[in-house]
C-alpha cells in the first residue's frame, strides 16, 4: 500500500519571503500522480500542483513549484513570494496511474504567514 | 460551473443515533468520491463510485456506514449507529473522467457526543 508522510506539522513564513514544505512517499508502483492540496478554514480542498511520475521536469503554477526526486520518491512544495491568503493547511497526496483512482493523503502542515 | 454541493455543513448528533449527508456532484461527473477526514490527519477514501456502481469501498466500516448514487448523479453517505470516533469532515469529490483533477466539496462536520 502506498503512504504519504508530511513530518512538519507546522511552519511559518514572512509575507513575501519564500517557504519550502517536505513530503515523502512510498510506492512499488513507477507510473502515478503526486499532488498539493491547500485547504483553508472552509475545509474545500483546493488543487495548488501537480507532478506526474514520469515528466522529469518539476511543474510550476505562478508562485509555487515543486522539486521532485522520484528515486529519493521526495515531492516538495516552494511557495515563493508569500501571501497571506497563502495561510492554510496542506496535504500532499499520491495517486496511481491506473487502478483505483483515490487520493493518498499525508497527515497535512499548517502554513501560517506573518505580516 | 457549479462545483460539488455538500449538506449539512454542520451536524451534531449523539451517540447511536443515526445521520446522512448528502452530495450533489458537478454535473457529467462519472466518479464520485467520500472521503472522511479525522482532526488532525489527512482525509481518508470511504468509498468511489463509477456512475452509479461501487468501485472501491474497501475501508468502509460496513457493519455501520451505508452508501448509495441513485442515477449516478446525487449520493448519501449514511452512519447508523453512530460512534464517538465518526466525529470526523465528511468529504465529498468528484472527478469527469479517469485521471483528471478532484473537485471537492466543503463537506460536512459532524460531531457525535
Known amino acids: 500500500a502506498q503512504t504519504v508522510t508530511q513530518s512538519q506539522p507546522e511552519m511559518s513564513v514572512q509575507e513575501a519571503e519564500t517557504v519550502t514544505l517536505s513530503c515523502t512517499y512510498d510506492?512499488?508502483?513507477?507510473?502515478?500522480?503526486l499532488f498539493w492540496y491547500k485547504q483553508p478554514p472552509s475545509r474545500q480542498m483546493i488543487l495548488v500542483i501537480r507532478q506526474e511520475a514520469y515528466k522529469q521536469q518539476n511543474a510550476t503554477e505562478n508562485r509555487f513549484s515543486v522539486n521532485f526526486q522520484k528515486a529519493a520518491k521526495s515531492f516538495s512544495l516552494k511557495i515563493s513570494d508569500s501571501q497571506l491568503g497563502d495561510a492554510a493547511m496542506y496535504f500532499c497526496a499520491y495517486r496511481s496511474a491506473g487502478g483505483s483512482e483515490k487520493l493518498v493523503f499525508g497527515k497535512g502542515m499548517k502554513l501560517t504567514v506573518n505580516p | 460551473e457549479a462545483g460539488v454541493a455538500q449538506s449539512p455543513r454542520y451536524k451534531i448528533i449523539e451517540k447511536r443515533q443515526s445521520v446522512a449527508f448528502w452530495c450533489n456532484p458537478i454535473s457529467g461527473h462519472a466518479t464520485l468520491y467520500w472521503y472522511q477526514q479525522i482532526l488532525g490527519q489527512g482525509p481518508k477514501l470511504l468509498i468511489q463510485f463509477q456512475n452509479n456502481g461501487v468501485v472501491d469501498d474497501s475501508q468502509l466500516p460496513k457493519d455501520r456506514f451505508s452508501a448509495e448514487r441513485l442515477k449516478g448523479v446525487d449520493s448519501t453517505l449514511k452512519i447508523q449507529p453512530a460512534k464517538l470516533e465518526d466525529s470526523a469532515v465528511y468529504l465529498c469529490?468528484?472527478?469527469?473522467?479517469?485521471?483528471?483533477?478532484?473537485?471537492f466539496g466543503q463537506g460536512t462536520r459532524l460531531t457525535v457526543v
Open positions: 469529490a468528484s472527478t469527469p473522467r479517469p485521471n483528471t483533477e478532484a473537485f
Open positions: 510506492t512499488s508502483e513507477s507510473d502515478y500522480y
